[in-house]
């Protein structure tokens, strides 16, 4: 139903052709494979302009070689078992692709996108509309905002245990050994049934295949939660493990959770991801005569990715080995105040598990913790130095209410007991009314009793790239931060939230389990549990609501701003995949206000109804445009983008009021 934006405007394509000369210079210093820094060479496999977009991609293979002994590279997690060449450096590779602008038309930043699952993001993302994840032509870069104002992308490998998939980009990691010999250790992972079936392949697993399948290391239990302690042993006679595939006998139930674990070998050095990471960026940055003329390096996360680059920053990996600071900015998406378990041995990255990876230090400020008494802060720690980037964390309701993601611990107390002053290079943007990911327009029930909530927060993700990339080049501070907070009661404990009572729609849990703190290796351990305290649960507090469900606090978009539904971060599991009393994952919901009074009244809905708010679309537009006014005025939204969201607005009337 979007159709064409009225008063759309097309994008343009600026720029001109680069010289001869400058494109010999580049392509002979990336073909001859010149060393920089600690990238060794790079093979480039296709190299080829894309359409008429003044954009050419650059798709090959980079390779590494690190100095072990250096202190910027011990903190990788068995770097010292890795094989050396001669020259006493651990060698490694990974994918490459780079979109540039042809030069002079570039705007001097390189904007790495950490790679989810293998997956490029910001093209889907920033560009709105229909792009591929190897772009070809004009038609392939959506409406080519980041072409527009002139980014290099970058992407590189950073995970080893990535699916096979059609373009999906690893990380080639060395094998971990120890005296020449094989390690062996037990791994495990958890999931919940969605379906009845025999048979089981865990993902999580797919590089750790069981080496000694029926020995004394092989267990499956099942549990109530994924969080659940108390767990049932399954009798050993009734299932088998073969590879990373589980088979029982009695069938997995749907709703009930299950864990495995077995013993596997030849561990990867993981943490040399946050390396490939590093070191490309840096060999970009310092050396722009490889590719484009670059000054600046930011990097974007999502999901899985945003928890990735909170690891990165906290564990050191934004000073490279020349003691130079990697990244100017950071936006760290979705991510909440988890972090990523990928710099250990038997790591498993591709794993949804959030919430085995929310560990204190949550908040960037160095601060008491007074659970553990340790103090530290994410961008506050000896590893750090001098290196912190200016950082954007932007986050959904779904990263509230979101197992063990309690994003409210960003900007709260350990305890959640109190708001925390950001730093002066830190904002903390909270998008009212969304989920993790956007779904399709119009909804739809997928595995939530409720339809998805399809609240586009991609718009202003476009703004605040852009006041990202003005803040560093500039000096122009960015809007400032919007999110819930304790001080005006829009911050609140969720088993406090006053939600209206909709008929047939779950009321959000009273009191639902946050998570619990997991160890934190960096700091030592309190009472018998892992460092910082590891056992203990996690706060849960949530954004307050107005009378309708929808979210007081943060950047409201139309939707949430005029809206006609409650939108939510939250999600009860469908009957048909079992335990209906969870939130199913990742997903928020959009619950339709009633077109008429008498709607309303027969089905006793205590939201006033559509025709209640609005006399005509005519009313509802301009109340839409009035709220995306002030939203551009604030700098969360382009004024560019506003034929489509008036659009959308236009088209989610005629769903809820004409199309019912």
């Known amino acids: 139903m979007t159709g064409t934006p009225r008063r759309a405007k097309r994008l343009s394509w600026p720029g001109r052709r680069p010289s001869r000369a400058v494109f010999v210079v580049v392509a002979f210093l990336v073909s001859t494979g010149v060393a920089r820094a600690e990238v060794t060479r ?25 100095d072990p002994k250096d202190p910027h590279n011990r903190l990788v997690v068995d770097l010292d078992k890795a094989p050396l060449n001669g020259a006493g450096r651990v060698e490694f590779s990974s ?21 989810n699952r293998g997956r490029k993001m910001v093209l889907d993302g920033f560009n709105r509309g229909v792009v591929s994840p190897d772009p070809a032509g004009d038609s392939d870069l959506g409406d080519g905002f980041l072409m527009r104002f ?38 495990q992972a ?47 006679d009734k299932w088998r493990v073969k590879g990373h595939t589980v088979m029982l006998d009695t069938g997995f139930e749907p709703g009930k959770t299950y864990r495995v674990s077995y013993r596997a070998e030849n561990p990867p050095v993981a943490g040399l991801g946050f390396v490939a ?57 979705i991510a909440g105040a988890s972090r990523l378990r990928l710099n250990e041995r038997w790591a498993t990255p591709v794993s949804l598990g959030a919430y085995n990876a929310t560990a204190f230090p949550f908040a960037d400020a160095s601060l008491r913790d007074p659970v553990s008494g340790a103090q530290e802060g994410l961008l506050d720690n000896p590893r750090m130095g001098a290196h912190a980037p200016k950082v954007f964390y932007t986050n959904t309701s779904v990263e509230y209410w979101g197992l063990a993601r309690v994003a409210a611990l960003v900007h709260t107390s350990p305890d959640g007991t109190a708001d925390l002053a950001l730093p002066d290079n830190v904002r903390v943007y909270f998008i009212a009314g969304t989920q993790h990911s956007p779904s399709r327009f119009p909804a739809a029930i997928t595995n939530g009793q409720q339809a998805d909530n399809p609240v586009d927060y991609w718009w202003t993700m476009r703004a605040l790239l852009l006041a990202m990339h003005k803040w560093v080049k500039e000096g122009a501070a960015p809007p400032p931060s919007r999110y819930p907070r304790l001080q005006d009661h829009t911050l609140v404990p969720a088993s406090a939230l006053s939600f209206p009572a909709i008929r047939e ?45 929808n979210e007081r606090a943060g950047i409201r978009l139309p939707d949430v701003a005029v809206p006609l539904a409650t939108y939510t971060g939250w999600n009860f599991r469908r009957p048909a995949i079992g335990a209906p009393g969870e939130l199913a994952p990742l997903l928020g919901s959009s619950i339709p206000f009633a077109a008429t009074r008498a709607a309303r009244e027969t089905a006793k809905d205590p939201r006033r109804s559509i025709e209640e708010r ?47």
């Open 505 to 549: 729609v779950a009321s959000p849990p009273r009191g639902p389990e946050a998570g619990l703190r997991v160890a934190n290796p960096y700091l030592p351990p309190v009472q018998g549990m892992g460092g910082g305290a590891a056992g203990r649960p996690l706060p849960l507090w949530v954004p307050a609501v107005d009378e309708d469900g």
């Open 150 to 187: 002139g980014y290099t992308l970058v992407w590189v490998g950073w995970e080893f245990d990535i699916p096979d998939q059609p373009m999906g980009m690893r990380l080639h990691a060395p094998i971990a050994m120890e005296q020449g010999k094989r390690i062996t250790g037990v791994v």
């Open 190 to 236: 958890a999931w919940t049934a969605s379906a009845a079936a025999t048979e089981f392949v865990v993902t999580d697993l797919a590089m750790y295949d069981a080496s000694d399948p029926d020995g004394p290391d092989s267990a499956l239990v099942t549990c109530t939660t994924m969080l659940a302690n108390m767990c049932e042993g399954v009798q050993r």
């Open 277 to 333: 990471v590093r070191d490309t960026t840096a060999w970009l940055k310092r050396q722009p005569d490889a590719f484009a003329p670059l000054q600046y390096a930011y990097a974007f996360g999502s999901s899985q990715s945003g928890r990735f680059l909170r690891s990165f920053l906290y564990e050191g990996f934004n000073t490279d080995e020349r003691n130079r600071q990697v990244f100017d900015a950071v936006i760290a998406h």
């Open 42 to 66: 790079v093979a480039i496999a296709t190299r080829a302009d894309v359409g008429g977009t003044g954009y050419e991609k650059i798709v090959g293979t980079i390779y590494f070689a690190v």
């Open 95 to 115: 994918d490459l692709y780079i979109l540039r602008p042809k030069a002079p038309r570039g705007n001097g930043a390189a904007l790495v996108d950490v790679l």
């Open 614 to 660: 609005y006399r005509s679309l005519d009313e509802y537009l301009a109340q839409v445009e009035q709220a995306f006014d002030a939203l551009v005025k604030s700098g969360f939204l382009i004024y560019d983008d506003r034929p489509r969201i008036l659009q959308r607005a236009e088209d989610n009337w005629d769903l809820m009021v004409v199309g019912r």
